[in-house]
């Protein structure tokens, strides 16, 4: 396209309202967050209405963003209407960008939502990150390896259970396997009198014991 006719091009009403859309996604996101967008291309990008705070699910997100390139990291707020995504290039950003922008998906609830993505610097990252832990949490980096964690999930038996041990469901996007309480998806609760009879699998024993291991090695380190 020549600058002539690019200059004399006119947005259709469709693109006209895509950009209002857009540029009210950018300007919500500074007065409110405190996030600030930029107009050149990062490897990392704001994804406005993709968020756990209007009934995203990581589940549902991460295959969107995969179709234009590797994910190095999706961040997704507690009770945010956004997430953050992180591209393994450039290339693949801008291909995000382009293909997704204005892409509208269905929730868990089957409502849909339009995502508006804009590109932000990589800085702001870890300034989201949570500054200090409550009182008496601890986080252990890594504390599973890749081998025990495909170990876990291969412990988890998706055979139709006859006697209803352990509850699990198929819902619209994934599936779910409930321990110890089922989860009332219709109340967002679960009902104390009525545990399930079924236990952990009997994996998780040595992982329990390791990560107790793991605690008093921690406490003797703090305490001395």
């Known amino acids: 396209m020549d600058s002539n006719h690019q200059s004399n ?5 469709t693109e006209k309202k895509f950009l209002r859309k857009q540029i009210k996604a950018k300007h919500t996101l500074l007065r409110h967050e405190g996030i ?3 107009s050149y ?3 990392s990008l704001v994804v406005a209405n993709g968020g756990l705070g209007n009934g995203m699910s990581r589940n549902q997100l991460l295959p969107v963003l995969e179709k234009c390139g590797l994910v190095d990291a999706l961040l997704m707020p507690p009770n945010k209407p956004y997430s953050f995504a992180r591209y393994r290039t450039t290339e693949e950003s801008k291909r995000a960008y382009v293909t997704l922008n204005g892409k509208e998906v269905v929730d868990d609830l089957g409502q849909k939502i339009i995502l508006y993505l804009n590109f932000v610097e990589k800085a702001q990252w870890k300034e989201l990150r949570p500054q200090a832990l409550p009182p008496g949490l601890m986080v252990v980096e890594e504390i599973i390896s890749s081998e025990e964690e ?4 291969e412990s988890v038996d998706w055979t139709e259970d006859t006697s209803n041990q352990n509850s699990q469901k198929s819902l619209k996007h994934r599936r779910v396997k409930h321990f110890g309480y089922e989860f009332h998806y219709e109340n967002n609760n679960v009902d104390k009198d009525k545990p399930l009879p079924g236990g952990l699998p009997d994996i998780c024993d040595s992982f329990l014991e390791k990560w107790l291991r793991e605690a008093e090695k921690n406490l003797e380190v703090g305490i001395h």
């Open 9 to 13: 091009y006119k947005l259709s009403k």
């Open 36 to 38: 600030e967008t930029v």
């Open 41 to 43: 291309a990062t490897q």
């Open 150 to 153: 495909k170990m876990l999930l």
